[in-house]
């Protein structure tokens, strides 16, 4: 049985977090994030406009409590981004250990 | 079994599978949607308490109610019986999947229910001492205000400094709004109890169930 490849957008430490974290609340406020996720503004920015280029994730200002408030949203596609990605580690994690198998690496 | 990922950090698919479980327990949204339902629920059982009153004012007429003035501190109770059971089950429901650290605590749900309830009663205790020329909602009312400043101020059923804010404005709202309408109506104590048994539910119905309900669609 042949390995899926790990979307490697994903398959990156703080990026996992942020999107597993949208994943289950699918909208949240990027201080929010940023203090879960005990991140900095600059790393958080980074990470979020990767994931935004990919078009996993979605940033917008709203009108809160308190003034304007930047919003990230997963959006449809980074929904089946990330299933697609527990898909392929639960195939690793059943498949893998038995076999010796790794991931494939990411991009440079 | 490991993998380079582009920024260089190793992450094998076990470690992937740890920092999702992780962050499985972190539902800022979940407990958000409770706690603006819980406010939802007491901007049912304030108004509901005030109409009850008001009915009865003017369903019994007269100072001694018809015989039945000894009912009148009792009858908030059957209310705010119902509100900390819906307020109990609102985050016992929540706390089948949020994390201990992020569900109230038992005397967190005791403490928000008793500071808006214990403020109605003394609110109620000190008309009866002062035989104040006020009416008695508008005391009622202050009474919620202030209860709802206090739970913002000590951070009960809130989650983040923007919730803590849109309740301290909500509890000034209504102490605001209970001031301006008792000095509107100076020297005309009738007139006061009658403005009052509209503005009270309404005022109270509009900030906490309002605000309850802001939350709960922002989350």
């Known amino acids: ?108 | 079994m490991g993998a380079l990922t582009s920024e260089g950090e190793r992450l094998t698919p076990q470690a992937a599978v740890n920092e999702i479980s992780r962050i499985e327990h972190l539902h800022g949204a979940l407990a958000r949607r409770t706690a603006g339902m819980v406010w939802m629920v007491w901007g049912i059982v304030a108004p509901a308490i005030f109409m009850t009153y008001s009915f009865v004012f003017h369903a019994f007429p007269g100072q001694d109610f018809a015989g039945y003035y000894w009912l009148l501190p009792l009858l908030w109770i059957p209310w705010a019986a119902m509100g900390l059971v819906a307020t109990t089950t609102l985050w016992r429901s929540a706390a089948l999947v949020l994390p201990r650290d992020r569900t109230r605590s038992g005397l967190g749900y005791v403490a928000t229910g008793a500071v808006i309830v214990g403020l109605i009663v003394v609110g109620m205790i000190v008309i009866h001492l002062l035989v104040a020329p006020i009416a008695e909602l508008a005391w009622a009312l202050t009474a919620i205000g202030i209860g709802v400043t206090l739970l913002a101020i000590l951070g009960i059923n809130i989650n983040d400094a923007t919730e803590r804010r849109m309740w301290l404005v909500g509890g000034i709202l209504l102490v605001a709004t209970a001031l301006v309408g008792s000095l509107a109506f100076v020297g005309s104590l009738a007139a006061a109890r009658d403005a009052f048994a509209v503005i009270s539910p309404l005022a109270s119905a509009l900030v906490m169930f309002g605000g309850g309900l802001y939350l709960t669609s922002k989350a």
């Open chain 1, 1 to 108: 049985m042949a390995l899926p490849t790990l979307d490697p957008v994903i398959h990156q430490p703080t990026r996992l977090r942020i999107m597993a974290l949208l994943y289950r609340n699918r909208v949240a406020a990027f201080t929010w994030v940023r203090d879960t996720l005990a991140l900095t503004d600059g790393n958080l920015d980074t990470h979020a406009a990767k994931l935004e280029e990919a078009g996993y994730v979605k940033r917008g200002r709203t009108l809160d409590i308190g003034g304007f408030q930047v919003k990230m949203k997963i959006t449809p596609e980074g929904d089946a981004a990330f299933r697609a990605y527990l898909d392929g580690l639960r195939v690793y994690l059943e498949i893998g250990p038995a076999t010796g198998s790794t991931p494939p690496e990411g991009p440079p």
